[in-house]
């Protein structure tokens, strides 16, 4: 087997431009490369792929039959390069995110979607947990980045990296006795349990306003709980603003706060990792989005 990778690029250019002069455009080359290649490729293959008896070349019946079994190579020989290319740079092959179920999730997408569209040759693994969570799977090398909403100062051994803040609502059922109230204050809120956001400990984040609380260290366990009427939560906006809980949902209004305080979003990995182009590349991506 004689031909290669370039002949087939020309003849399969030659044929969707329409024209040998338009080929070499489309590819950046001199008219005389292109139809150089092409002629050492009806060489090597023994026919002529097309009739160059008219102004512009037409592919003979031969060169019909043959052409689009050498586009599925020539694409296959691409997307081999492309790999090669990883694998021979500076780039990881395979990364593990970890990301706070609390992260938003619509700028987690948007940067997935540019980092798979200019690497998309590496391996994504995406986990999720609680706080605590993340922090232990990067810490013990289960992940190599980690998606944090970040109550408490990250071990030492971390680096941290803020990317923006995640803003809350206090939400109670839609039918809920608080509801019917023209004003909200604290001391109305410490008449109903309040579930309280905690770690795997059992610790709070934030200093419940209720002495009746539940600790639960998930959302996700919080909100049915919220949603059947039995108290009232502190809980994410985008997680509210979900629709499997957002119809359920009242958000209510306090007088004494115009609403509840922000925590720190960041992305955290060990300091002694490498800094790899793909980790470097989606850290940046979720910055842009998170911001935007």
Not at 37 to 47: M, Q, R, V
Not at 59 to 74: D, F, I, M, S, V
Not at 92 to 97: D, G
Request: proline share 4%.
């Amino acid at each position: 087997m004689r031909w290669n990778l370039d002949q087939l690029q020309a003849f399969i250019s030659t044929v969707q431009q329409g024209s040998f002069s338009s080929a070499a455009r489309k590819l950046n080359r001199a008219q005389s490369g292109v139809s150089t290649a092409i002629a050492n490729l009806e060489t090597d293959i023994g026919f002529e792929l097309f009739d160059r008896g008219q102004r512009y070349p037409i592919l003979t019946e031969k060169g019909r039959c043959l052409y689009p079994q050498a586009l599925k190579l020539l694409q296959q020989g691409q997307h081999l390069q492309a790999q090669i290319n990883t694998l021979a740079s500076a780039s990881e092959t395979a990364i593990t995110l970890a990301m706070d179920e609390a992260f938003p999730e619509t700028a987690l997408d948007k940067a997935l979607q540019e980092i798979e569209h200019f690497f998309p040759y590496f391996t994504l693994t995406l986990i999720n947990g609680t706080q605590g969570d993340i922090v232990d799977y990067v810490s013990n090398g289960q992940a190599d980045l980690g998606l944090l909403v970040q109550h408490d100062p990250v071990d030492e051994a971390l680096y941290a990296i803020e990317i923006g803040h995640l803003n809350y609502q206090l939400v109670v059922a839609k039918d809920h006795p608080l509801t019917a109230l023209e004003e909200v204050s604290v001391l109305d809120l410490q008449q109903y349990r309040q579930y309280v956001s905690c770690n795997k400990q059992g610790v709070a984040y934030n200093r419940p306003i209720s002495a009746n609380c539940w600790y639960l260290d998930s959302y996700y366990y919080i909100l049915p709980l919220v949603t059947q009427g039995g108290g009232w939560a502190i809980i994410p906006k985008n997680i509210v603003e979900q629709p499997l809980f957002g119809r359920d949902l009242t958000e209510l209004k306090v007088k004494e706060f115009s609403s509840p305080p922000a925590s720190t979003i960041s992305i955290i990995k060990k300091r002694s990792s490498a800094n790899g182009t793909v980790s470097q590349q989606l850290i940046e991506y979720l910055r842009k989005h998170f911001s935007s």
